[in-house]
């Protein structure tokens, strides 16, 4: 079930609609190129503990570090092997542009079939497992509450 366009980021409405009017070649061609631009992972959480960071479920190794701002506003990281895995890094970074620097509740509205509306058509179904748990990985750090 397709969720309607209103309730999704905006950003994330245009990279839908961009992606359902591609075929596979050029929707692969296209994830390489969001691949590149995940943001590069910042220093202060190279030497962090990653056990809570990790998502066990993704057969890449992917660690995800939330950022809650002042503001409220939330901020993730990820630390994939784009050039090994351009398909996870692909993901995270478009979910990251459509929920960076937004609410909590932006990262609560991701519909639940997200990977499969960014990954249709293209035949990575072994990849959807570990995909959708970094989604809930999303929501899980987003849901939490805030430390005062």
Excluded at 51 to 57: A, G
Excluded at 58 to 63: L, P, S
Aim: one cysteine or more; proline letters at 7%; hydrophobic letters at 45%.
């Amino acid at each position: 079930m397709q969720e309607t366009p209103d309730s999704l980021p905006p950003a994330l409405v245009r990279t839908l609609r961009q992606f359902r009017l591609l075929g596979r070649e050029d929707k692969m061609a296209a994830l390489l190129s969001w691949s590149k631009k995940l943001e590069p992972l910042p220093e202060r959480f190279a030497m962090l503990d990653r056990t809570e960071f990790t998502v066990p479920e993704c057969q890449t190794r992917v660690d995800i570090f939330p950022e809650r701002k002042d503001d409220g506003t939330m901020h993730f990281y990820a630390d994939v092997n784009a050039r090994q895995s351009p398909t996870v890094a692909a993901v995270l970074a478009i979910v990251f542009a459509a929920v960076n620097d937004q609410p909590a509740a932006i990262t609560l509205s991701l519909p639940s079939d997200i990977v499969r509306q960014l990954m249709s058509d293209i035949g990575l179904g072994a990849r959807e497992s570990g995909l959708n748990a970094m989604i809930a990985r999303l929501k899980r750090f987003a849901a939490l509450p805030t430390s005062s």
